[in-house]
């Protein structure tokens, strides 16, 4: 039970608002001097965890790539897309992703997009710029309204579209507990086929709210220009 120490520095260390990686650092190496490991294997450990979950740093090689493309333009020249559709507003777009974003997360692509790869360097610049074309410049209220729109629109597509891809660890978390503990033969299709109706009201419903945004923005620029003073040319 002196092992569970670690938790308890875990504890503390969040309490104490301390570096989550510190924190979690420090609580391992408790663990394994706790557990009467050497600090040669504490250290192989920690290498091991690494190793295995590689995948979780791949941030550090996503993120510059993305800052790079954003400073030679990335964000103009979605801007310089979407001006070209004359028919796509803003609600328009921002439902198409959303119909992007479940149908690729509900075939195992949930990596393709995403809020750094995606929402920030092209579907936020565009969404903006579908409002720019038609209303003109944008104050910051509205621009981070649109900004939260378009994390919205990533984050329903993603939720319910990817239950209706059988290899998703929640599926699959399911369909082994309930197999084991009730001792059913539920095949994980079951579950899929019956994410699908769930996955299609998500859509229909965000979707509306969506189409609906274009309409409301055109009544808050319409109210805030309404309210910008006129300053009259000084001769």
């Known amino acids: 039970m002196i092992v569970l120490l670690g938790v308890l520095v875990v504890v503390i260390g969040f309490?104490?608002?301390?570096?989550?990686?510190?924190?979690?650092?420090?609580?391992g190496i408790?663990?394994?001097?706790?557990?009467?490991?050497?600090?040669?294997?504490?250290?192989?450990?920690?290498?091991?965890?690494?190793?295995?979950?590689?995948?979780?740093?791949i941030f550090a090689i996503t993120l510059p790539v993305i800052g790079l493309l954003e400073r030679y333009g990335l964000q103009?020249?979605?801007?310089?897309?979407?001006?070209?559709?004359?028919?796509l507003t803003t609600g328009r777009f921002l439902t198409l992703y959303l119909g992007l974003r479940q149908?690729?997360?509900?075939?195992?692509?949930?990596?393709v997009f995403g809020p750094a790869q995606t929402v920030r360097p092209l579907a936020v610049p565009m969404a903006e710029g579908a409002a720019e074309r038609k209303h003109g410049p944008l104050p910051e209220r509205t621009r981070e309204k649109l900004r939260s729109?378009?994390?919205?629109?990533?984050?329903?597509?993603?939720?319910?579209?990817?239950?209706v891809f059988l290899a998703v660890g929640s599926i699959l978390l399911i369909t082994g507990f309930v197999?084991?503990?009730?001792?059913?033969?539920?095949?994980?299709?079951?579950?899929?086929?019956?994410?699908?109706?769930?996955?299609?009201?998500a859509f229909v419903v965000h979707g509306w709210r969506l189409l609906r945004l274009d309409r409301q923005l055109e009544r808050e620029l319409l109210t805030a220009h309404a309210?910008?003073?006129?300053?009259?040319?000084?001769q």
């Open 30 to 57: 408790a663990t394994g001097f706790l557990g009467g490991l050497s600090p040669g294997k504490i250290l192989a450990a920690f290498g091991e965890g690494f190793a295995n979950s590689r995948a979780v740093t």
């Open 15 to 27: 309490a104490t608002k301390r570096n989550p990686l510190l924190v979690v650092g420090v609580a």
């Open 179 to 201: 197999n084991t503990s009730y001792g059913t033969h539920l095949e994980p299709l079951h579950l899929a086929l019956w994410a699908i109706p769930t996955a299609v009201c």
């Open 103 to 111: 149908l690729g997360a509900a075939v195992g692509l949930n990596n």
């Open 149 to 163: 729109f378009a994390a919205s629109a990533d984050n329903v597509g993603l939720f319910f579209g990817e239950d």
């Open 227 to 234: 309210g910008t003073p006129v300053v009259e040319a000084t």
């Open 76 to 87: 103009e020249q979605a801007r310089n897309l979407i001006a070209r559709f004359a028919g």
